[in-house]
């Protein structure tokens, strides 16, 4: 494990999560109030941009194999910034430019994360993974702790501007700081995604990787569920400094059940503590249907938030080390990490569809149904994540 390179990565993703409050629930919570048609809007705008993310996370592989690794690193922290300018230029404009904004934030997403995905499959070995992420999720969910609170108070006590210019300055650190990673060399064969497909999928865990992530993707990656249960927090507790605190006790909760996990779990047969963390956020939104409270809805919110939190951190643990296998890593690890944008992404573009449809409908019969839909892609993600091997050898 390269400590310095490691590093970097752990502190630019901080920043990256920090960015990310601000352009998921606070984002949402913005065209919540500046949109007489929200949900509508926020499923267009959420559609543009995965798909940007799936069609680039295909093309990126044909450009960056053994070169420019670093520079689309640094391309997706501009783009971040020049997204976040153009949220400070256009206030409550931006409804009239959703694809424009939809393009950048989704190439913004893509090239980042394709690169940054490529580095932390490397830099880190299989059997240092478990402490590494540890060590990842506990600093970006302690920040993700503060966070929310910050710009909750920032947002409600003055307003949008101030929040961007902050996280605009944070993306300037983050290019500042690539200059200190070093690029992946990778052998000199073509970019061949759809050969490799044949030969990946010929690996249970690879099969079962896919289906985890479409389901992901419907579900708990920047899925409509996400966006869902943040408009239902906003209604019932009407400020952004309210969503702030709930989005900070959840943090705390998830770095919690993670140290359990990693105490406990890692060295041991975890699958049926997955599908219970996978099945308990479904069983807390029936219990919210019937009962319909806010007491119900507080214990839906912190169930799905930091059991979730605790899936997530499994999943990046089986994902990273499964695509260090000898039979990914040689020659498929590009093909891999496309073919899974792909398939991530696909899910949250039907999960933006299904909203949309619904929100059209304009039902609120129909979005308890969505909902529970959603959350049940939850559990067959756990599902699939039960199946995968740890491969951390």
């Known amino acids: 494990m390269k400590n310095k390179e490691t590093n970097i990565l752990i502190f630019s993703n901080v920043f990256r999560e920090i960015i990310n409050i601000f352009s998921g629930p606070f984002l949402t919570a913005y065209f919540f109030k500046i949109s007489k048609n929200s949900l509508i809007d ?35 922290v501009i783009l971040n910034a020049v997204y976040v300018l153009t949220i400070i230029i256009l206030k409550e404009q931006i409804l009239n430019y959703l694809p424009f904004i939809a393009f950048l934030y989704g190439t913004s997403m ?63 650190i983050q290019i500042v700081m690539s200059f200190f990673l070093k690029p992946i060399t990778y052998s000199n064969k073509k970019f061949t995604p759809f050969s490799s497909l044949k030969k990946l999928l010929k690996n249970k865990d690879v099969k079962n990787i896919l289906k985890l992530d479409f389901f992901k993707g419907m579900s708990v990656a920047d899925g409509s569920l996400k966006i ?4 239902l927090i906003i209604n019932a507790f009407k400020t952004d400094f309210n969503l702030g605190i709930f989005s900070s006790i959840s943090s705390l909760l998830t770095i919690i059940f993670q140290y359990i996990y990693t105490k406990y779990y890692r060295n041991k047969n975890d699958k049926n503590m997955i599908v219970i963390c996978a099945a308990v956020p479904v069983i807390s939104l029936i219990l919210l249907l019937i009962i319909n409270n806010n007491i119900a809805l507080c214990l839906y919110y912190f169930c799905y938030s930091s059991l979730v939190g605790v899936l997530n951190f499994v999943i990046d643990i089986r994902l990273f080390n499964l695509s260090n296998i000898p039979l990914i890593k040689n020659d498929n690890q590009m093909e891999f990490w496309s073919l899974r944008e792909v398939v991530l992404n696909f899910g949250r573009i039907i999960s933006y569809i299904l909203l949309l449809m619904v929100s059209l409908i304009k039902s609120g019969k129909y979005l308890n149904i969505l909902m529970l839909f959603l959350t049940l892609s939850i559990l067959l993600m756990g599902i699939s994540l039960s199946k995968i091997s740890k491969n951390d050898k």
């Open 42 to 76: 926020l499923s267009t705008y959420n559609i543009f941009v995965f798909l940007c993310v799936g069609f680039f996370g295909l093309m990126l592989g044909y450009i960056i194999r053994n070169k420019f690794q670093i520079g689309m690193f640094r391309i997706g």
């Open 110 to 172: 893509i090239t980042y994360f394709y690169p940054y995905n490529l580095f932390l499959s490397n830099k880190v070995s299989n059997d240092m993974r478990a402490q590494y992420e540890f060590k990842r999720k506990t600093i970006v969910t302690i920040i993700s702790i503060l966070t929310p609170i910050i710009l909750g108070t920032i947002i409600t006590t003055t307003n949008f501007v101030l929040t961007a210019i902050i996280i605009l300055i944070m993306s300037l």
């Open 228 to 231: 869902l249960i943040t408009l």
